[in-house]
């Protein structure tokens, strides 16, 4: 299983991000880790109970939300619901625009050739169903013509967007640091994944009402100041206004199936059913991912597994090691942007695993990228605090 997480504050060669992304090392009480597997604390159910009589049915995002998001957090909405039930309620429809903002590519970005694009005909205001899960209905033969849409593929308010391209240097110091394979199935066949999307650090955004300023703005209400600061500043260390930095440790290398499933938002095996509720009880209790070896509905047929090396199944909760030789040059992944995608990916997959579009498959990787042979170094230097030179070893959950 790794070494122990207290020890994550010293520099060996390599480092354990336990089975919990957490930021609170200290404290690793058996009802937080079933919460990492969906399974609410006491404390959250409590928290919960109150929120509801207060606020009655949310929109299944706002609900994921509640169910991740830090218990200090969801105190302090409960107090703002008992004065003003109606700002909550307001508060809580724009959930599916964080995760739209999250999950929807940049159409500006130069590809080489352009992907079908998706909506999601059916919005959180669509006829409730009997299940709290999602169903994606989607059009293939058109360009995104929802205003909703619109506005997340030109976050350029008044934004300067010079036209930037992916760091090939850095994109090679993360093959060469996870040894030119797959770090979950040791496949060959890669492609190198950003954890934070690349499109959305790729331009400036003076507007601090942009969609870059609001989405983080909107974090600030599920986690505590200093965690949002935290992730803020490892991948905007120049400000949110600035472009973000292109670094080797918001990189990390997939086999092409994983990298559609880390796009896909089946990566932490969630589990799935068909259709998606307009509104949900917030004691409604997610599906728990411990032991699944398999993701049900991220696609529109079948299921997905993926197989380490031997041939046996990845399950949730398995544990991967990632090590370095040089911790200055080819840091590891970082600690607080896995952190912060992992928080996300767990509140798409609970709300039903349907993204607000169809994402194309391997959209945030390096090989499809027009003019990816510019020699463009990001910075390199900026290290995550607890990942210098240690070994990372990365959850499936």
């Not at 008992?82 to 724009?94: D, G, K, L, N, T």
């Not at 997340?152 to 394979?181: E, F, G, I, K, Y």
Request: a negative charge; one cysteine or more; glycine letters at 6%.
């Amino acid at each position: 299983m790794g070494s122990p997480v207290n020890e994550l504050t010293q520099t060996p060669s390599s480092f354990p991000i336990s089975t919990s992304l957490r930021a609170d090392f200290d404290t690793d009480t058996t009802s937080e880790r079933m919460e990492d597997f969906n399974i609410p604390s006491n404390e959250r159910i409590t928290l919960l109970k109150a929120f509801q009589e207060e606020v009655g049915d949310v929109p299944p995002y706002f609900w994921a939300f509640c169910q991740v998001c830090d218990l200090q957090a969801l105190q302090k909405l409960i107090d703002i619901a008992r004065i003003s039930p109606v700002m909550v309620r307001i508060f809580a429809a724009q959930a599916f625009t964080t995760v739209l903002y999250w999950t929807q590519s940049n159409q500006g970005t130069s590809r080489v050739s352009t992907p079908n694009i998706t909506q999601l005909k059916r919005g959180l205001g669509s006829s409730s169903t009997n299940s709290p899960i999602a169903k994606r209905q989607k059009t293939t033969d058109s360009p995104v013509n929802s205003p909703l849409a619109d506005k997340q593929t030109n976050t350029s308010s008044p934004v300067s967007s010079p036209s930037l391209h992916r760091s090939r240097a850095a994109s090679d110091l993360a093959r060469d640091r996870d040894h030119h394979c797959c770090v979950l199935t040791g496949d060959s066949v890669i492609e190198v994944a950003h954890i934070y999307p690349f499109c959305r650090i790729s331009t400036s955004e003076e507007n601090i009402f942009g969609a870059r300023h609001m989405f983080w703005e909107y974090l600030r209400n599920f986690w505590s100041e200093e965690k949002v600061a935290a992730w803020k500043a490892d991948i905007f260390p120049r400000g949110l206004s600035e472009i973000g930095d292109k670094k080797v440790d918001n990189r990390i290398t997939l086999s092409k199936t994983a990298h559609v499933q880390w796009n896909r938002g089946a990566f932490f095996w969630q589990k799935k059913q068909a259709n998606i509720q307009s509104t949900m009880n917030l004691m409604t209790t997610p599906m728990s991912t411990e032991n699944l070896d398999h993701n049900e509905g991220a696609f529109d047929y079948g299921y997905t597994t993926l197989y380490c090396l031997g041939g046996k199944a990845i399950k949730s909760g398995q544990i991967f090691e990632l090590k370095t030789s040089d911790p200055i040059k080819q840091p590891l992944p970082s600690f607080k942007l896995l952190e912060l995608q992992w928080a996300l990916m767990r509140v798409i997959g609970m709300a039903g695993a349907a993204f607000p579009y169809e994402p194309s498959s391997g959209g945030d990787s390096d090989a499809d990228i027009y003019g990816l042979d510019l020699d463009e170094v990001g910075d390199t230097s900026v290290l995550s605090e607890n990942l210098q030179g240690n070994p990372l070893e990365l959850p499936c959950g």
